[in-house]
T-cell receptor, first 114, second 111 residues
């Protein structure tokens, strides 16, 4: 079985500061990993995904994440926060091979302080 | 191109009733997955359909069911509604695993 743990249900950063949202995964086999963003009253939007190619993955809106197998981590970063980044972020994992469901973390709400 | 369309957007039902939610995926996407989102439990996987076959199922009681039609549109049904079924129900379609496009969801309130 696979799972993800997101550390910190709420994160606050100042506008222009580094954004770091943490995600650790548990998987018995190499996983696929994803980050999604959800704005109020909307569905989730895919930010980026890791599928065993490059370990540093670049996504939309200036976000990127690095897959670190030794740390079983897939943290999401952005060098400079914008007010428009305020949203809830979800890390997700799926096993490779076969028809595997996608399991989501519990989410991290990002607040950007002007 | 059109996104994933979920109808209705909002629904209020009484305990004991049943409800049917609809999802139209992106054209060409044959996989449709359903999730229940609540503040306490986060996103919980309900089921996934691919080419009219249920390919995966989450840990929900039998009151939750779904189906997919030949045009890939999907419906989910909840019978004998309980207060705890109040949630945002999200549908997602995909070509590849996890590369989901989500709809805006149906917010179900059970009173």
């Amino acid at each position: 079985a696979q799972s993800v743990t997101q550390l910190g249900s709420h994160v606050s950063v100042s506008e222009g500061a580094l954004v770091l949202l943490r995600c650790n995964y548990s998987s018995s086999v190499p996983p696929y990993l994803f980050w999604y963003v959800q704005y109020p009253n909307q569905g989730l939007q895919l930010l980026l995904k890791y599928t065993s190619a490059a370990t540093l993955v670049k996504g939309i809106n200036g976000f990127e994440a690095e897959f670190k197998k030794s740390e079983t981590s897939f943290h999401l970063t952005k060098p400079s926060a914008h007010m428009s980044d305020a949203a809830e972020y979800f890390c997700a994992v799926s096993l490779t091979g076969g028809y595997q469901k996608v399991t989501f973390g519990t989410g991290t709400k990002l607040q950007v302080i002007p | 191109k059109a996104g994933v369309t979920q109808t209705p957007r909002y629904l209020i039902k009484t305990r004991g009733q049943q409800v049917t939610l609809s999802c139209s995926p992106i054209s060409g996407h044959r996989s449709v997955s359903w999730y229940q989102q609540t503040p306490g439990q986060g996103l919980q996987f309900l089921f996934e359909y691919f080419s009219e076959t249920q390919r995966n199922k989450g840990n929900f009681p039998g009151r939750f069911s779904g189906r997919q039609f030949s045009n890939s549109r999907s419906e989910m049904n909840v019978s004998t509604l309980e207060l705890g079924d109040s949630a945002l129900y999200l549908c997602a379609s995909s070509l590849e695993r996890g590369d989901y496009t989500f709809g805006s969801g149906t917010r179900l309130t059970v009173v």
